[in-house]
């Protein structure tokens, strides 16, 4: 009687020796990052080029990833920025009118590994319970595997806490952005005439975010992370916006603190931040933020705005938050997290800076938050 059972072509390695073996698809080699897993339904290709997933594999814990193929309109960023993802199902054929290429020749195309055929299920609660693991991933069409070595790979990762991943995914010089959000039967279409000049901070910024930006009436310029309090207000704008983006924000905060402080000392200027944006912001204003156990990720996380008692359904990405019982005199806490109380939202008491811990681009709800860009808009017309 002979063996039938394939053999498995790709290897996920847990830093504490855990081992799931499956089959890999997309490009082959190996990777060494942290785990998280995200519980969207749609979106995967979003998710795997959101430059704020740099530095980590991503568990999907939706079975059908795959199922709608790939397209260039929905990238994020040029190339994924995940290192790699975990399916439970092989990626099926693309079956969506606006799909130009499968999944596994996409990841394959620009280095990145899939491994499917895992109980994702016992994987994500492995990571709720022992919180964000470091992982090896090895995909090897012959399935030969050193096992002790994948381990030690894992076991060596050094982790994100620490880590400045912003200079890594941020842009190297300034641009212009003024395509605006997609839209049935044109797609994308330019601003052409804006109301308001925006700088743009790019720790890592999603396309959708510039997009929005510009649908709201602005004139968006994006100037690297590094920018200093010099460069924003060179530009003349009438709001300052800070991006999401990877690692860990205290690490970030090194050379973008003085920046937003400086801003907010020197200028008058509406200030509008999301996820890391938002992290950037609480430090330069005296809080600090923390690890979290395994992060948010995801696109069904309720928050309720405490200002207004509403609740919005939002897409997050995020393994650092702002510690609430950390916030200076001054500054209030406009959101929480209705799943663990964790803030997501900040606002200065006495001037319109503000921001948020979740993606409002990203339109889980599907409009639920777009108001808070229209709020950066309408804090811009108030000044001029």
């Known amino acids: 009687m002979t063996d039938t059972q394939p053999k498995p072509t790709a290897c996920l390695a ?10 890999g698809f997309g490009a082959t080699g190996q990777k060494v990052a942290e785990l998280c897993f995200n519980t969207a339904m749609t979106g995967y290709q979003e998710i795997m080029t959101d430059p704020s997933y740099a530095g980590q594999v991503v568990t999907f814990t939706f079975p059908h990833i795959g199922n709608v193929g790939v397209n ?14 975990v399916v439970k199902w092989d990626p099926t054929e693309p079956s969506n009118w606006r799909s130009t290429g499968e999944l596994g020749d996409w990841l394959a195309r620009t280095g990145r590994i899939g491994i499917g ?79 308001f000049k925006v700088v743009a901070i790019d720790y890592g910024a999603k396309r959708n975010i510039l997009r929005c930006l510009a649908s709201a009436g602005c004139d968006v310029t994006v100037l690297p992370a590094t920018a200093t309090t010099e460069d924003v207000l060179a530009q003349n704008p009438d709001g300052v916006f800070l991006s999401n983006g990877p690692g860990d924000p205290a690490a970030t905060g090194e050379y973008a603190v003085p920046m937003i402080q400086g801003v907010l000392e020197k200028s008058d200027l509406p200030v509008f931040g999301i996820c890391l944006g938002h992290q950037m912001l609480a430090l330069a204003l005296g809080a600090k933020t923390v690890k979290m156990n395994h992060g948010h990720h995801g696109a069904n996380h309720p928050v309720k705005d405490l200002e207004t008692g509403k609740v919005e359904i939002t897409s997050m990405n995020h ?47 599907p409009m639920d938050s777009y108001y808070l860009f229209e709020r950066f808009a309408d804090a811009m017309a108030a000044r001029v």
Request: contains cysteine; negative net charge; hydrophobic residues 35%.
């Open 319 to 365: 393994g650092f938050t702002v510690d609430s019982q950390t916030l200076p005199d001054g500054v209030k806490e406009t959101h929480v997290s209705l799943f663990d109380g964790s803030n997501c939202g900040i606002r200065m008491a006495d001037r319109p800076v503000f921001s948020v811990q979740y993606h409002p681009e990203a339109s889980p709800g």
């Open 117 to 195: 055929g895992i109980d994702t299920r016992r994987l994500t609660r492995a990571i709720r319970q022992q919180g964000a693991p470091h992982v090896a991933l090895a995909h090897d069409p012959e399935g030969n595997f050193d096992i002790e070595a994948l381990i030690s790979a894992a076991r060596s990762f050094p982790g994100l806490v620490g880590l400045d991943l912003a200079k890594d995914v941020t842009c190297s010089q300034s641009y212009r952005w003024d395509e605006m959000r997609w839209a049935w039967p044109e797609g994308y279409s330019r601003q052409t005439a804006p109301k």
């Open 72 to 85: 260039p309109e929905d990238d994020e960023t040029s190339d994924p920025v995940a290192e790699g993802l």
């Open 14 to 23: 847990l830093a504490d020796g855990t081992l799931f073996l499956g089959k």
